[in-house]
């Protein structure tokens, strides 16, 4: 069960059923098929067909302060997040989320690596309608440890309308759906393998943000 505050102070409540994660999102897809072209390079798998869309345990939907992993080598991904309330646009809640993801996995099976972490979403949300008209320039900012790793806005990433027009061809716009966006270029340089991770949202019309942060907690070594 997820709880959400609004701006107005009232909260909403729902179960995750249907949990998905896009991927290769971006909305300039020769930078998307450039990326594609580096993980390549580095043993991860191509997607047979861009944008992609992950489905994912929907228990994974968690809005936690401690995420634990299984080895070092896994980090998160700045995003924001589609929350269904109902079969309308105006049931539809925005709010951000952080993609938490096992590397390691990665190269073997994307979806794997997906299932293998929580994705973590904020405990504040707006209403889609009410930041529909300026959506493109809200900002996206994630810290590795206090670094900043990425930058961008949610116009660089393909907009939620497109991916709700996915949700209702595949019969999916329901209550307890979340949507995740796909993430945005990472900052070279930067560390990712981290132990605490933060994703803000920002909107400079108003000045309101969103935040979800957490810390990784690495698990006892296995027996066998």
């Not at 944008?51 to 998160?76: E, F, K, M, N, W």
Request: charged fraction near 15%; hydrophobic fraction near 40%; aromatic fraction near 6%.
């Amino acid at each position: 069960m997820l709880t959400f505050t609004l701006p107005d102070g009232t909260t909403e409540s729902l179960e995750v059923t249907t949990l998905l994660n896009a991927g290769y999102a971006g909305r300039n897809q020769e930078e998307v098929a450039s990326h594609i072209a580096e993980l390549a390079e580095l043993g991860v798998p191509a997607p047979t067909v861009t944008p992609a869309l992950y489905p994912i345990s929907p228990y994974l939907a968690q809005q936690t302060d401690t995420v634990a992993v299984q080895h070092g080598r896994t980090s998160g991904e700045a995003e924001w997040a589609l929350v269904v309330l109902g079969n309308t646009i105006d049931d539809v809640l925005l709010t951000v989320a952080c993609d938490h993801t096992d590397r390691d996995l990665e190269v073997h099976s994307v979806a794997w690596s997906k299932n293998a972490a929580p994705d973590v979403l904020g405990t504040s949300a707006w209403r889609l309608t009410d930041v529909a008209d300026r959506l493109d320039e809200i900002t996206l900012t994630a810290w590795a440890d206090g670094a900043l790793i990425q930058t961008g806005t949610l116009g660089d990433l393909l907009a939620p309308q497109y991916w709700l027009d996915v949700l209702t061809e595949r019969g999916l716009f329901s209550r307890g759906t979340v949507l995740i966006s796909g993430t945005i270029s990472m900052h070279h340089g930067v560390n990712q393998f981290s132990d605490a991770w933060k994703v803000e949202m920002a909107e400079p019309a108003t000045g309101n943000t969103l935040t979800c942060e957490y810390k990784t907690n690495l698990m006892p070594a296995p027996i066998g």
